[in-house]
């Protein structure tokens, strides 16, 4: 089992910068890649960005290219997304994601079924 703890959200005002972490676990725990999604109230999860661990090869959604940054720390086991610019259209529960089985390219990983483990997400809020 693989637990996955998303820490960093809070509140914060339009133009403000937020990093949020999310630190995994568990019995072995190897994954191919981490991403990042979020969700508004009465929207669908959607896809903000995805890390290959190994190697270290990124995606963005084109609706935080520029802004956000996905990056991570083998040692620690830990992804990070460094949010700045922030707007409040990026007022969301944003939830990291393990993907376990092998990928070709990371730029498939935009949709949920497509990882493994689910944090239990953390809030944003922008103020505008």
């Known amino acids: 089992q693989v637990q996955l703890v998303e820490s960093g959200g809070g509140l914060v005002q339009a133009g403000g910068s937020l990093r949020l972490s999310c630190a995994a676990s568990g019995r072995t725990f190897s994954s191919n890649a981490m991403g990042w999604f979020r969700q508004a109230p009465g929207k669908e999860r959607e896809f903000v960005a995805v890390i290959r661990w190994s190697g270290g090869s990124t995606y963005y959604a084109d609706s935080v290219k520029g802004r956000f940054t996905i990056s991570r720390d083998n040692a620690k086991n830990t992804v990070y997304l460094q949010m700045n610019s922030l707007k409040p259209e990026d007022t969301a529960v944003y939830f990291c994601?393990?993907?376990?089985?092998?990928?070709?390219?990371?730029?498939?990983?935009?949709?949920?079924?497509?990882?493994?483990?689910w944090g239990q997400g953390t809030q944003v809020t922008v103020s505008s």
């Open positions: 994601a393990a993907r376990i089985r092998t990928i070709a390219f990371v730029n498939t990983l935009q949709g949920p079924g497509g990882y493994d483990y």
